[in-house]
């Protein structure tokens, strides 16, 4: 299962965040231990570098993409390995919407559209969706019709 979806800015703040199956008087300890470890490790990181972490069954993927952090977690059959095609798949879409590697003005300002992304990716803890292309037929809105 995939535990949590987080993104957050340089300074550690979080600007988007999905759990699933964390009780929440765990989400304050996650949410400090990820923003800490992309503190520890993603300073001169390269867009899109990987790192991997692990602590027990629980596996991290992270990365950096312009000025926006994002931290997958994942446990039982989300491994590293496929974190990293999750991770992929996310990267890709923001990067998608925001035109290029965002910067937090312009990944705030893309917000509503990056959370209808993500949910299409990821659905209550698991990976529903890959392609881009995909993602983006599916989060197309219509307009409302008179009925």
Do not use: Q
Request: charged letters at 30%; hydrophobic letters at 40%.
């Amino acid at each position: 299962m995939l535990l949590a979806v987080l993104f957050s800015n340089s300074e550690g703040n979080i600007l988007v965040e999905r759990f699933h199956g964390v009780p929440a008087e765990e989400r304050l300890h996650w949410r400090s231990f990820l923003v800490k470890l992309g503190a520890d490790n993603l300073k001169g990181a390269k867009n899109e570098e990987l790192f991997v972490a692990s602590h027990k069954s629980v596996y991290i993927v992270y990365t950096i993409l312009g000025d926006v952090c994002i931290y997958v977690v994942g446990k039982d059959e989300y491994d590293e390995l496929a974190l990293a095609e999750v991770i992929f798949a996310i990267t890709s879409t923001v990067k998608d919407v925001c035109s290029k590697p965002p910067t937090e003005r312009v990944f705030l300002d893309k917000y509503g559209k990056i959370c209808l992304c993500l949910d299409e990716i990821v659905w209550k803890g698991m990976l529903e969706n890959t392609d881009k292309d995909r993602v983006k037929r599916l989060i197309r809105l219509k307009p409302p019709t008179d009925v």
